[in-house]
């Protein structure tokens, strides 16, 4: 049996996989679908938590749930940079009792001079977030999901910071510099425990 290639080499004849068994072929079609995804903000937690602060005057969602939401979150919740300028002009809007529908964010962009071509990727992403298809009612599930995400992704930043320290900073300062980052850490679980109505 010929190994199996992604892309024919010369010399192979239209015949040369008729020799391959199902599984093989199935298995090689994954592989190319595999490199070849592309991002879906209707899988993106990120994405759908904006989706559905913006429609949730339109879809069962909970306004005292929303200004709860953008009071316990920051913009450093979000790994993508975009969202945290998206979430950051949404919970502004939030916390002045304005709306905060997907018209009001767009024109809250517009009026902060975000119309220009530099912005234009904000301006994608926000249209893709809009439609992303979220229920307002959803809100709630999709922050518990962000914030634990940032919770996560918080350990790679301080693991990071302490394989620095370790690096760097003299010894007397190394402990001190673990607990502040322990500290940190802790009240991002007991936040997120908050914010799940655990404490």
């Known amino acids: 049996m010929k190994p199996l290639r992604s892309v024919p080499t ?18 090689e079609v994954q592989v190319v679908i595999a490199d070849e995804c592309v991002y879906d903000p ?6 759908l938590l904006l989706c559905a602060l913006m429609w949730s005057a339109q879809t069962g969602g909970v306004p005292t749930e929303d200004q709860r939401i953008t009071e316990t979150m920051t913009a450093d919740d979000f790994d993508d940079v ?4 998206v979430f950051t002009v949404a919970a ?4 002045a009792g304005d709306p905060y529908d997907p018209a009001s964010v767009s024109a809250a962009f517009m009026r902060s001079g975000s119309g220009g071509a530099k912005d234009a990727p904000l301006r994608r992403r926000l249209n893709e977030v809009i439609t992303a298809g979220a229920s307002g009612a959803a809100a709630t599930h999709y922050a518990d999901i962000v914030l634990s995400q940032a919770y996560r992704r918080s350990y790679r ?4 910071s302490i394989v620095q320290a370790a690096e760097e900073l003299p010894e007397e300062y190394l402990f001190d510099h673990l607990v502040e980052y322990g500290r940190a850490q802790r009240a991002l679980w007991q936040r997120l425990n908050a914010f799940r109505g655990k404490q």
Do not use: F, M, Q
Request: proline fraction near 8%; charge should be negative.
């Open 82 to 85: 975009l969202y945290r300028r």
């Open 10 to 27: 010369p010399g192979d004849d239209d015949n040369a996989r008729a020799d391959l068994a199902p599984a093989e072929s199935v298995s």
């Open 157 to 160: 930043t301080v693991a990071a």
């Open 42 to 47: 209707a899988t993106d937690p990120e994405a």
């Open 92 to 95: 502004d809007l939030v916390a």
